[in-house]
Structure formats: structure tokens, C-alpha cells
């Protein structure tokens, strides 16, 4: 059983489109982070949310934070081919009375913006 | 600015050999992470150590892997007898504590 789920697993769009990313869970999670991965290398944070209902910002990218904690998107707008990759969400569950926690990944969206 | 460090990049190897990976993360940070990650999909948690102990390591195949971080800096994940099955990209990440971890670059491992 997947923790989180993410959604599409592919996605394939033009240049100058603008896309979603959808990351759900029945979990509630002390926070949630998003990476972008590109081809033989590692996940880069591109940004961690941690209040219910927040909305981040990153250029062209929107992230937010759903308010029960539980869920999550990435909006691309105007996608370019250098957004090309493999977008990863993660929660985080802090092991309780710990300062550390637990990161579930999900699936994974690969992502293609054809110019 | 501060990276996590792994090596080797790649690794090739046959089965049964024995593999090592090592992880040397960013400076301070308690939580060091290995991950096991098949193309095209999300990173898979292997084992967590927060300083020198292990706090998860649920999923970590213990017939075969180990996995150590004896000073509490860096750290060593360690294949014997490594199976085709093991062919994937290894990932190291640290963290400072909530929220936000850091990856190194990755270790692919091909089992031939």
C-alpha cells in the first residue's frame, strides 16, 4: 500500500502549457517536500511546506499545501523543455517525541515538455 | 555550498561479489538516510540513522545488506552477496533535522 499517491504518473505536454501534479494521502504529515530529478542524478529540493493551506512560490512553479495536511500539488505554468524530469513529493511523519522524522516518497511524475 | 558526497558514482559488479557504498553527508546534519531507487520511480527508504544509530531500518534486506555510521559522520552501505535484483541507483540524503533532505548525486549499481 502506497502512503502517499501521486498523480499522473506521466506526463507528456507542449512547450508553454501549464500542468499539475497531485500528491494525496490519508496520512497526516508534519510536513512535505517536493524534488525535481533529472537522469543519473539525485533528488534536488526544490521546496518544503509545512502549515496547512500554505502556498509557495518558485517562479513559474505553485506549490500548496492542503489544509488537513494530507494532500498536495505542484502547478507548472508556461512548462519549457528545461522542465523536463522526474518530480518526486514526499511527507514527512515525525517520530513522536523525536527531532526526527520519517520520509515516504511517492511515485514519482515524469514529466516531458516537448519544445 | 554543502553537499552530501557519495561514491563510487558507478559501480559494476557480479552477482554474488560483494559491493560497498559510501555516503559522507553535509556537515551537522544528524539524520543520514540510504535509499534504493529503480529508474523511473520514487526513492525507496533501506535504512535511517539518526547520529551512529539506526532508528529505521524496516526495510533493509538484513540476510544481505548492512549498513553503518560508526562515528556518526559518515556512513557505509554494504552489499554481500549482491543479486541482479540489487541493480538500482543508491541514494544518500541528510537532513538537519524537520523537514528537507539533501541528496547526493547516487551510486548505480549493475549486477551482472
Known amino acids: 500500500t502506497q502512503l502517499l499517491e501521486q498523480s499522473p504518473q506521466f506526463l507528456s505536454i507542449q512547450e508553454g502549457e501549464n500542468l499539475t501534479v497531485y500528491c494525496n494521502s490519508s496520512s497526516v504529515f508534519s510536513s512535505l517536500q517536493w524534488y525535481r530529478q533529472e537522469p543519473g542524478e539525485g533528488p534536488v529540493l526544490l521546496v518544503t511546506v509545512v502549515t496547512g493551506g500554505e502556498v509557495k512560490k518558485l517562479k513559474r512553479l505553485t506549490f500548496q499545501f492542503g489544509d488537513a495536511r494530507k494532500d498536495s500539488s505542484l502547478h507548472i505554468t508556461a512548462a519549457q523543455p528545461g522542465d523536463t524530469g522526474l518530480y518526486l513529493c514526499a511527507g514527512l511523519i515525525n517520530a513522536g517525541g523525536t527531532s526526527y522524522g520519517k520520509l515516504t516518497f511517492g511515485q514519482g511524475t515524469i514529466l516531458t515538455v516537448h519544445p | 555550498e554543502a553537499e552530501v558526497a557519495q561514491s563510487p558514482r558507478y559501480k559494476i559488479t557480479e552477482k554474488s561479489q560483494a559491493v560497498a557504498f559510501w555516503c559522507d553527508p553535509i556537515s551537522g546534519h544528524a539524520t543520514l538516510y540510504w535509499y534504493r531507487q529503480i529508474l523511473g520511480q520514487g526513492p525507496e527508504l533501506l535504512v535511517q540513522f539518526q547520529d551512529e544509530s539506526v532508528v529505521d531500518d524496516s526495510q533493509l534486506p538484513k540476510d544481505r545488506f548492512s549498513a553503518e555510521r560508526l562515528k556518526g559522520v559518515d556512513s557505509t552501505l554494504k552489499i554481500q552477496p549482491a543479486e541482479l535484483g540489487d541493480s538500482a541507483m543508491y541514494l544518500c540524503?541528510?537532513?538537519?533535522?524537520?523537514?528537507?533532505?539533501?541528496f547526493g548525486p547516487g551510486t548505480r549499481l549493475t549486477v551482472l
Open positions: 540524503a541528510s537532513s538537519p533535522g524537520r523537514g528537507g533532505e539533501f
